[in-house]
T-cell receptor
């Protein structure tokens, strides 16, 4: 069964609004979770590493003030897309991993469409 | 920068045939490799992984081969079925880190 869930599975919002996406680790207390973005017919690009109890680590080119990550508990990480623009429309996927070189399991993804 | 890439963007095979999906990586520090399957509109699904101290690993109908000399990774799917139709990604990481670097993906289409 699924070990990572995401909510919502899809969301449509108006330009300028903020959208929160939740990622839950269902079977494991994950101190580290990851957020990826995937554009159509492209690969997954790591956006940031979400660290429980501390600040997220963002990849180069990802605006930390635009993509707010909160990892307040060992089973929940949230990604908030602030002041969303149409170019933020994408498929956002989270994952969790127990330790380096352990299997990284992915959530089902959240489709965001910004009008 | 260094990246993981795939030789073929699309692969069409007949049902029952074997499929081989290839992947090249350039980071010599990579020592953990994973294959994921992604169906349309879904998150990636783990298929099989291999560490750099191995050159072959088998799962159910799948085999991963690792050639560190030429930095090449392949996924072999035996007796390909329509349900195998998806995009397949290779990914790599190094001992010290969690982060996965994904390749571009190969779309596998299984025809009856």
């Amino acid at each position: 069964g699924a070990v990572v869930s995401q909510h919502p599975s899809w969301v449509i919002c108006k330009s300028g609004t903020s959208v929160k996406i939740e990622c839950r680790s269902l079977d494991f207390q994950a101190t580290t979770m990851f957020w990826y973005r995937q554009f159509p017919k492209q690969s997954l690009m790591l956006m940031a590493t979400s660290n429980e109890g501390s600040k997220a680590t963002y990849e180069q080119g990802v605006e930390k003030d635009k993509f707010l990550i909160n990892h307040a508990s060992l089973t929940l990480s949230t990604l908030t897309v602030t002041s969303a623009h149409p170019e933020d429309s994408s498929f956002y996927i989270c994952s969790r991993q127990g330790a380096p070189q352990e299997t990284q399991y992915f959530g089902p993804g959240t489709r965001l469409l910004v009008l | 920068g260094e990246s993981v890439g795939l030789h073929l963007p699309t692969l069409s095979v007949q049902e029952g045939d074997n499929s081989i999906i290839n992947c090249a990586y350039s980071n010599s520090a990579s020592d953990y490799f994973i294959w994921y399957k992604q169906e349309s509109g879904k998150g990636p699904q783990f298929i099989i992984d291999i560490r750099s101290n191995m050159d072959k690993r088998q799962g159910q109908r799948v085999t991963v081969l690792l050639n560190k000399t030429v930095k090449h990774l392949s996924l072999q799917i035996a007796a390909t079925q329509p349900g195998d139709s998806a995009v397949y990604f290779c990914a790599e990481s190094s001992l010290s880190g969690y982060a996965l670097n994904f390749g571009k993906g190969t779309s596998l289409l299984v025809t009856p």
